[in-house]
């Protein structure tokens, strides 16, 4: 037996390619499979099955492309009702899997169709808890995701209250548990960098674990302090529940390579969104108008998904030549499947061209910090409130990059804007957005609060 963890960071998501004597399964697939399909063809193993924890609301999955190319059998626990072929486990039911077993654990409250699944070896001892978006390391599967208007928030933890309680805390200590994401991810709210743990180290720090914790506590902590979910949530559950477009037919749209005037005419044509894709410092020296840098070195993907609010958007990009690909991919795996192009050679082929060019202003912290001594300046914070309540600059508005769509009229547009975040990747996909909408009078200021924080500026200290 083999259990092999495939984890990825820009979406913090963790799956999981189990084999055994011959047969495999692949636990919560991402969007592109072959890298599935190469495993199990490398160890002469028969994909079998893929187990579904729940239905993703942060990526689209690759169950149904893995399912059509393999014949492997889709597995989603009760409650589950698919638009397409799938076996709807029954809680507590058995799947062979070569020398060992695998059982369905129904653990609802992060989603009413949330399921672990227990990995017994071939001596039938349960060794590993799958556990989805029930357990992480840390913390647990925030429960406001799958509200209906018979359910709450609250009866939802509830649920994931018994759900731990009846079905996990009872587990030996030395179970491993995989769960579905790790810190970065917003389907939790405290989770830790680790990706995976035993239980009884969980049981000992993990605060939702506390052996003397009422139901009541542990609702009141679980809703606690929740971020707005991203908008393109909805979306990636119901493309899990009712389909999807080939990931091979994704990949075929968006390998268009375009010259400089194809690329320019086909952006007039469609409407499409240009997606600039290099590195900030890179996009501030000189991009095409009015296009939009989420650099694919960050978190690209829910940054995307956060950003950008209509998932059938026409997208044309930008990135380091031999990158298109990628960034095709990455951007189906969170649901933006209509990249309709890409500029051949990359920026440096419209920068040939001598078509016009626009750029973002830069100021060093250094620099900055004169400036701030000499006269009041306009100071755009949009790092998140608990980052910006943290500790700020003295007079700094936090205009959130999350809300930036909700929040542009809150951006003065009669001055000049030095616009911060952490370091520098947040407050330039600002910038970006704010000259696309017309506001041009708008400064980056290198290296971000990191930077300006060991200067002189006064900085407001919180919590």
Known sequence: MKIEQIYTGCLAQGAYFIVSNGEAAVIDPLREVQPYIQKAEKVGARIKYVFETHFHADFVSGHLDLSEKTGAEIVYGPNANTAFKAHIATDGEVFHLGDITIKALHTPGHTLESTSYLLFDKDQKPTALFSGDTLFIGDVGRPDLAQKSDLTMEDLAGMLYDSLRAKVMPLPDDVIVYPAHGAGSACGKNMSKETSDTLGNQKRFNYALRADMSKEEFVTEVTAGLPEPPHYFPENVKMNRDGYESIDDVLERGDQALSAEAFEAKANNTGAL??????????????????????????????????????KQNLLIITEPGKEEEVVTRLARVGYDHTIGYLNGGFETWRSSGKEMDAVASVSAADFANKFESGELEVIDVRKPDEFASGHIEGAKNLPLDYINDLMHEFPKDKTLYVHCAGGYRSMIAASILKSRGIDDVVNIEGGFGAVSKTNVPVLEGV
């Open 274 to 311: 240009i997606l600039d894709t290099r590195d900030p410092a890179e996009f501030a020296k000189g991009f095409i108008p009015n296009s939009i840098n989420i650099g694919i070195e960050g978190g690209f993907a829910p940054w995307v998904g956060a950003l950008i609010p209509d998932l």
